[in-house]
C-alpha cells in the first residue's frame, strides 16, 4: 500500500537551532517528491521537487534531500518566521494518469 | 500574477443540503486538483483535471461528489445531500502540464455542515 510518513508530527526549535524533519515513503511508480509549507488558515505553499536519489535543493536556511526511501528537509539556523506545517507529498503514475500522496505533515514552532 | 482563488472563502450549511464550491486556476495552467484536508489529516486527493476532462476520479469519497471543469479553467466541485462527515477545508490547486510542475495551491474553502 502507497503510504507517506512524516516525523515528528510536531517539533519546538530555539532560533538557530538547526534540525531536520523526515518523509519516509513507500510508493509504487514514484515520480517526484514534493514538500510545501503551510501557514495557518492558507493553502500550501511550494517549496521543492525532488526527482530522483542523490538530489539536493536548497532555498533560504532550507535544503531538501532524497533516498530511495526518504526526505530530509534540513532547516539552518530557524527564525521564528519559518514557523509553519511542512507538507511532504509523492506523486506517483497510476492507471495512466498522476496521483499525490500527502504526508500528515509535521508542525514546526520556532521560538525566539 | 493573480494566484489561485477558490469561492467561499467559508460555507456553513445544513445536513442534507447540497453546496458548490468554486476554483478559478492561474491562467495557462491547465492541470487542475481538488484536494480534501481534515482536521488532523493530510491532504486527500480527490479529482484531477488535465484541460476539461477527469482522467482518474477514484478519489471522490461517494456518488455524492462530483466535479466539472469548463473551458479548461474554471471548475466547480459540487457535494450534494451534504453530511457532517463532509466537513473540512476544500483547497484547489493548479500547474502547468508536465510531469514535474509544482502545484499552486488556492487558499481553501472552509465548509462546516451542521
Known amino acids: 500500500e502507497d503510504q507517506v510518513t512524516q516525523s515528528p508530527e510536531a517539533l519546538r526549535l530555539q532560533e538557530g537551532e538547526s534540525s531536520s524533519l523526515n518523509c519516509s515513503y513507500t510508493?509504487?511508480?514514484?515520480?517526484?517528491l514534493f514538500w510545501y509549507r503551510q501557514d495557518p488558515g492558507k493553502g500550501p505553499e511550494f517549496l521543492f521537487t525532488l526527482y530522483s536519489a542523490g538530489e539536493e535543493k536548497e532555498k533560504e536556511r532550507l535544503k531538501a534531500t532524497l533516498t530511495k526511501k526518504e526526505s530530509f528537509l534540513h532547516i539552518t539556523a530557524p527564525k521564528p518566521e519559518d514557523s509553519a506545517t511542512y507538507l511532504c507529498a509523492v506523486r506517483k503514475t497510476s492507471s495512466g494518469t498522476y496521483k499525490y500522496i500527502f504526508g500528515t505533515g509535521t508542525r514546526l514552532k520556532v521560538l525566539a | 500574477g493573480a494566484g489561485v482563488s477558490q469561492s467561499p472563502s467559508n460555507k456553513v450549511t445544513e445536513k442534507g443540503k447540497d453546496v458548490e464550491l468554486r476554483c478559478d486556476p492561474i491562467?495557462?495552467?491547465?492541470?487542475l486538483y481538488w484536494y480534501r484536508q481534515s482536521l488532523g489529516q493530510g491532504l486527500e486527493f480527490l479529482i484531477y483535471f488535465q484541460g476539461n476532462s477527469a482522467p482518474d476520479k477514484s478519489g471522490l469519497p461517494s456518488d455524492r461528489f462530483s466535479a466539472e471543469r469548463t473551458g479548461g479553467s474554471v471548475s466547480t466541485l459540487t457535494i450534494q445531500r451534504t453530511q457532517q462527515e463532509d466537513s473540512a477545508v476544500y483547497l484547489c490547486?493548479?500547474?502547468?502540464?508536465?510531469?514535474?510542475?509544482?502545484?499552486?495551491f488556492g487558499p481553501g474553502t472552509r465548509l462546516t455542515v451542521t
Open positions: 490547486a493548479s500547474s502547468l502540464a508536465g510531469a514535474y510542475n509544482e502545484q499552486y
Open positions: 491562467s495557462g495552467h491547465t492541470a
Open positions: 510508493v509504487s511508480g514514484l515520480r517526484g
